[in-house]
Structure formats: structure tokens, C-alpha cells
């Protein structure tokens, strides 16, 4: 069944309208007509059966049938804090990390960052980071839009991990396995992954200084773009979320 999100609250028997681009999908796209049924999220992750009403030029209409708690979402909050990587590879982190189960995503600068975007480029980046961001959570019928962040130093991410449950950034100079780190009672987690050259000695010491545990992905050294992906699986699996 088609998904998709909507900013507005509704109850079954009322009314909801659709318009733009989603809109346009179901007319144009999907070709769907008067009388058959989508899912729809609301901002607070209910899901609804809706059916259409009627098409017009104005949107489409549509009646809420029934409404529940979307049981997709993750049991585990996920922030996941990646460097930013050059070319398209972070629209690929965002993509598959949406997929995964991320609420929340945020591109960090480092030091050996090759990408350096200045504020006018970064901020079409975001926009295009959120446009996938959506997509990818249609896609994989989320319950939320994960939150694509605003991009921030490691400093000021180092400064939000007081927020956390659980922070880990991944290291390849060494770290715990991750089955020792995270559990099943820890309900947010902030996961920092580093760029192509990955952290230095001293953005290692920033991040645990902060409260962050060092853990490994295995005796593979990943890829920036491969490296997430990996984290979020294995996170998902021990928390139970894979099943």
C-alpha cells in the first residue's frame, strides 16, 4: 500500500487533502482513482487507512478509515553523526540510514574533512538531504520523517552527548565491541562516524571526554559511506530491532 506523511492531525471519518507533489504522484504516477486506499503518518506517528474521496484540481481528498501507532519505528533512538564525505555519498548514508531506522541524522565537519561546503552549498545540500530523507521514509513506510540536522563542528556535536543514553563513535585505532556497549534499556544513542581519513587522536579525545565509548566495526577497515550502514545494523540487531 502507497505511504505517505501529512502536518495535519485527523481522526477516523474526517477529512484530509493532498496536494503537490504527493498529489501528483497519485494522479499521475500511481494513476489511483476515487475509492481506493493509501496509508498515511501523521506528525505524532499514527498511521491511517485512507481512502479517496474525490479528485480535484485542487488535491486530493481523502477519508481516514481507521488509525493506529505505526509499528515500524525503532524501539532505539538512533542520532547518527556522520563527517561529511565528498561527492554524493552522504545522500547514500542518508538514504539507507532513514531505511535502517535513524531518527535523526547530522553532518558533522572535521578536521580531515575533504568536503568543505560554505553556507549557500550547504544549505542546498540540506535541502536535498531532506528531500531524501522523505522519500526514503515512504519507502520503507516510517512512522516519522527522521530529522536531517543542520551541519555543526565537532565540538558543538560533542556538546549535545549529555542528551544521550548511549554515545559511541567508531574508531579504527580500537574500541569495545559493540554487544558490550549497547543494550536493550538504552532508548537514544548518538552514533559518530568519521570521514575518508577518519578522527584524529584529538577528536577521539573530544568525543570521549564528552561521555562517547570507543567501539569497533571489526578488524575490516570500512569505508566512510560503508561505516554507518554497518553501525546501524549492528544496533538494530542488539536492541532487538531486526527481528
Request: proline share 4%; glycine share 10%.
Amino acid at each position: 500500500m502507497d505511504w505517505f506523511f501529512t502536518s495535519a492531525e485527523a481522526r477516523p471519518g474526517s477529512t484530509l487533502v493532498i496536494t503537490g507533489e504527493d498529489a501528483a504522484h497519485i494522479t499521475k504516477s500511481l494513476r489511483m482513482s476515487v475509492g481506493e486506499v493509501i496509508t498515511m503518518c501523521s506528525p505524532e506517528g499514527a498511521e491511517m487507512l485512507c481512502r479517496i474521496e474525490r479528485i480535484t484540481a485542487e488535491g486530493v481528498f481523502v477519508q481516514v478509515v481507521t488509525k493506529e501507532q505505526c509499528c515500524h519505528e525503532p524501539t532505539v533512538g538512533v542520532t547518527l553523526y556522520f563527517a561529511l564525505t565528498k561527492g554524493d555519498k552522504p545522500e547514500t548514508v542518508i538514504q539507507k540510514s532513514v531505511e535502517l531506522g535513524a531518527v535523526k541524522i547530522v553532518p558533522v565537519l572535521t578536521r580531515r574533512c575533504v568536503s568543505r561546503p560554505d553556507g549557500k552549498s550547504m544549505d542546498k545540500k540540506l535541502a536535498r538531504y531532506r528531500k531524501i530523507a522523505l522519500q526514503a521514509a515512504m519507502q520503507s513506510r516510517r512512522g516519522i520523517i527522521p530529522e536531517i540536522g543542520d551541519m555543526k563542528d565537532l565540538k558543538n556535536a560533542a556538546a549535545e552527548l549529555s542528551g544521550y543514553d548511549k554515545a559511541v563513535v567508531f574508531y579504527e585505532g580500537g574500541g569495545k565491541p559493540l554487544r558490550e556497549i549497547i543494550t536493550g534499556i538504552d532508548k537514544t544513542v548518538a552514533v559518530f562516524i568519521g570521514p575518508e581519513g577518519g578522527f584524529d587522536e584529538e577528536e577521539i579525545s573530544l568525543l570521549t571526554q564528552n561521555g562517547a565509548v570507543c567501539a569497533t566495526l571489526g578488524k575490516r577497515i570500512l569505508r566512510a559511506e560503508t561505516a554507518p550502514l554497518a553501525a546501524l545494523a549492528a544496533i538494530m540487531f542488539h536492541t532487538g530491532n531486526l527481528e
